[in-house]
């Protein structure tokens, strides 16, 4: 790993403004947060294959392997159905009632956290392209 | 939203008959005489709530498919289904989805599917439908079915407490505690023994779940000794491998062996390439198609309708609320082809 000083120097030499030089984030916390958040993703992958979600015992993993075809990246984004731009998890929603036949979550459910987190986590790397379809 | 979603109005206003692929494409060195049809429909995964409740939404994809192929005109010499019948491997499953495909009003001949085996080992699937491979000819074709989804002995029968649970871990497609599918040493001498009783010329048309060719492992889209069986189909001069359990429109060309996938009358899956993390494997002689849906049931999903002549297989996708689409042999080209995307010229593989 390069270390601080080393950044410093380069970003410095380079002339740019310097981003990430002084009172960096330490290690224990990053390793932290991101603990967090793979723990809470972690979770929304066991809710991906739950039928507790929904009433029939369909799953989301049945449709969306890998969380795959859930395109977190292109919201907000209209959809037609909603008749108006709306957001990923109005979508899951969507998918609770109908394929799985449930009642739908709240917006700040940790359910529906998680499940967005997961879908997040599989689609790393794709850039944002809010509105796209 | 677009063109596509007109076609299941004209459908609900009664006029699919009309609809449906009817169409024999003969081919001028054909022998007319031996060119026929047959319907394929696959992947029904019949879904126990409990009692008498099923998941309304993959029995009206069924329904749907034995409904429309009994109204074909030309009437097709047999129906094929491709496996994964059942969700679960369950007796309820079984016996529901069996109940629905009993209203065909064509010969049926069965493939097994992961679905179908994992909970009993197929011993159900037996009692009603019989031998899990199997040989027959007809009108000069050699029909082989296989099935290709067993797995290593291991993960069989060594790993999980209670046949449910094996069935659940073989069921999740996206599941890393899975086990890729295969034919198996069993089969591959059966096949050797049979095929050596086959004219290099006749025309062989083999039926799998599984896709005898190595897509992407992640999602069993793939069969682990697929080389060892294309090695004994390849020295036919006409191979077509016909398979299910991708649920959406592949096709692809190996040396001799044309290889077409088949829809599910359930649900569609995305094509590998659209999981962000895996590498792209799709075959690609394939045009895909469009993502699904969701706020239509039906879309993405189907059944087909197979014309056989001069020994190859042009498969009519009748796709329920998409266009419909027609996957036939290109002769002078020597693969198969979208006959709607020509322009699209794309080399086939020499392996996988
Ligand atoms: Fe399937
Ligand atoms: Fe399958």
Same mark, same amino acid.
Request: charged letters at 20%; one cysteine or more; hydrophobic letters at 40%.
């Given at each position: 790993?390069?270390?601080?000083?080393?950044?410093?120097?380069?970003?410095?030499?380079?002339?740019?403004?310097?981003? #990430?030089?002084?009172?960096?984030?330490?290690?224990?916390?990053?390793?932290?947060?991101?603990?967090?958040?793979?723990?809470? #993703? #972690?979770?929304?992958?066991?809710?991906?294959?739950?039928? #507790?979600?929904?009433?029939?015992?369909?799953?989301?993993a049945q449709c969306h392997p890998n969380a795959a075809n859930t395109h977190p990246e292109t919201y907000p984004k209209f959809q037609k159905q909603l008749g108006r731009v709306g957001q990923l998890w109005e979508m899951i929603n969507w998918c609770i009632r109908n394929p799985l036949e449930g009642e739908n979550l709240a917006a700040d459910d940790p359910k529906m956290i998680a499940l967005q987190a997961y879908a997040y986590k599989e689609r790393r790397g794709v850039p944002l392209a809010p509105g796209k379809h | 939203m677009? @063109?596509?979603? %007109?076609?299941? =109005?004209?459908?609900?206003?009664?006029?699919?008959?009309?609809?449906?692929?009817?169409?024999?494409?003969?081919?001028?060195?054909?022998?007319?005489?031996?060119?026929?049809?047959?319907?394929?429909?696959s992947d029904a995964h019949i879904q126990h709530i409990k009692g008498n409740q099923f998941v309304r939404n993959w029995d009206r994809g069924l329904i749907r498919a034995v409904a429309e192929a009994n109204l074909l005109e030309p009437k097709p010499d047999f129906v094929m289904f491709g496996g994964d019948l059942a969700q679960l491997g369950s007796k309820p499953e079984l016996d529901h989805g069996a109940e629905i495909l009993s209203a065909l009003k064509y010969k049926t001949h069965m493939v097994m599917g992961e679905?179908?085996? &994992?909970?009993?080992? @197929?011993e159900y699937w037996s009692d009603l439908y019989g031998d899990q491979y199997y040989s027959f000819d007809h009108k000069g074709v050699h029909f082989v079915v296989l099935n290709s989804i067993l797995t290593y002995d291991d993960w069989t029968f060594n790993r999980w407490e209670t046949p449910e649970r094996r069935m659940s871990e073989m069921a999740g497609l996206d599941n890393p505690n899975g086990s890729p599918f295969m034919v198996g040493a069993t089969?591959?001498?059966?096949?050797? =023994?049979?095929?050596?009783?086959?004219?290099?010329?006749?025309?062989?048309?083999?039926?799998?779940?599984?896709?005898?060719? =190595?897509? &992407?492992?992640g999602w069993n889209f793939w069969t682990e000794d697929a080389d060892d069986v294309q090695k004994l189909l390849g020295k036919f001069d006409k191979v077509n491998v016909i398979y299910g359990h991708v649920h959406q429109i592949q096709y692809n060309q190996i040396g001799r062996i044309a290889f077409t996938s088949v829809?599910? !009358?359930?649900?569609?899956?995305?094509?590998?390439?659209?999981?962000?993390?895996?590498?792209?494997?799709?075959?690609?002689?394939?045009?895909?198609?469009?993502?699904?849906?969701?706020?239509?049931?039906? %879309?993405? !999903?189907?059944?087909?309708?197979? %014309?056989?002549?001069?020994?190859?297989?042009?498969?009519?996708?009748?796709?329920?609320?998409?266009?419909?689409?027609?996957?036939?042999?290109?002769?002078?080209?020597?693969?198969?082809?979208?006959?709607? &995307?020509?322009?699209?010229?794309?080399?086939?593989?020499?392996?996988?």
């Open positions: 790993m390069i270390s601080r000083k080393t950044w410093t120097a380069l970003a410095l030499a380079a002339l740019l403004p310097v981003s #990430a030089a002084a009172d960096e984030f330490t290690a224990a916390d990053v390793e932290r947060w991101q603990a967090q958040f793979d723990e809470v #993703a #972690a979770e929304g992958r066991s809710l991906w294959t739950d039928s #507790a979600l929904g009433t029939n015992g369909v799953v989301c | 677009n @063109g596509r979603r %007109d076609f299941i =109005k004209a459908a609900s206003t009664g006029v699919i008959a009309g609809m449906l692929p009817v169409s024999v494409v003969r081919l001028s060195h054909a022998a007319p005489e031996n060119d026929f049809t047959f319907a394929y429909i679905h179908d085996y &994992y909970l009993d080992l @197929g089969q591959l001498n059966w096949l050797k =023994k049979d095929l050596s009783k086959v004219k290099k010329d006749t025309p062989v048309v083999v039926f799998s779940h599984s896709p005898l060719q =190595k897509i &992407y492992k829809m599910s !009358t359930a649900w569609p899956w995305p094509y590998p390439q659209s999981y962000a993390q895996a590498e792209s494997h799709l075959p690609v002689l394939t045009v895909p198609m469009n993502r699904a849906d969701p706020f239509d049931e039906r %879309d993405a !999903t189907g059944w087909q309708f197979v %014309d056989v002549n001069t020994g190859r297989v042009d498969l009519s996708f009748n796709l329920y609320s998409n266009d419909n689409r027609k996957v036939a042999f290109n002769a002078d080209k020597g693969h198969p082809e979208d006959v709607s &995307y020509p322009q699209i010229e794309i080399a086939p593989q020499r392996h996988y």
